[in-house]
Nanobody, 113 residues
Framework: QVQLVESGGGSVQAGGSLTLSCAAS????????MGWYRQAPGEGREFVSN???????TYRDSVKGRFLISRDDAKRTVYLQMNNLKPEDTAIYYC???????WGQGTQVTVSS
């Protein structure tokens, strides 16, 4: 089993930046395909980005050009660099092992206008 712990959330003004981190521990089995999802108040959880073992990436359209996902396998950590943040990016951000269906506890990102 793998455990995922997110950090780096916070409150910023529109146009600001944050970098989220997702640190994994336990079984190394489940880290090939890692992703970030988010859930805004009153909304369902939505895909943000993922990064595969070969560092190929995918993004939802609304964050393309603003968010950058990366991984450091030596540190067992996945990052989500978020630039030019908008109020509609406000949500709880969750890290997930897509291949194993394991989720972190989430970290809050709040963007004020």
């Amino acid at each position: 089993q793998v455990q995922l712990v997110e950090s780096g959330g916070g409150s910023v003004q529109a146009g600001g930046s944050l970098t989220l981190s997702c640190a994994a521990s336990g079984d190394t089995h489940c880290q090939n395909n890692m992703g970030w999802y988010r859930q805004a108040p009153g909304e369902g959880r939505e895909f943000v980005s993922n990064i595969d073992h070969d560092s190929s990436t995918t993004y939802r359209d609304s964050v393309k050009g603003r968010f950058l996902i990366s991984r450091d396998d030596a540190k067992r950590t996945v990052y989500l660099q978020m630039n030019n943040l908008k109020p509609e990016d406000t949500a709880i951000y969750y890290c997930t092992s897509i291949q194993c269906g394991i989720w972190g506890q989430g970290t809050q990102v709040t963007v004020s206008s």
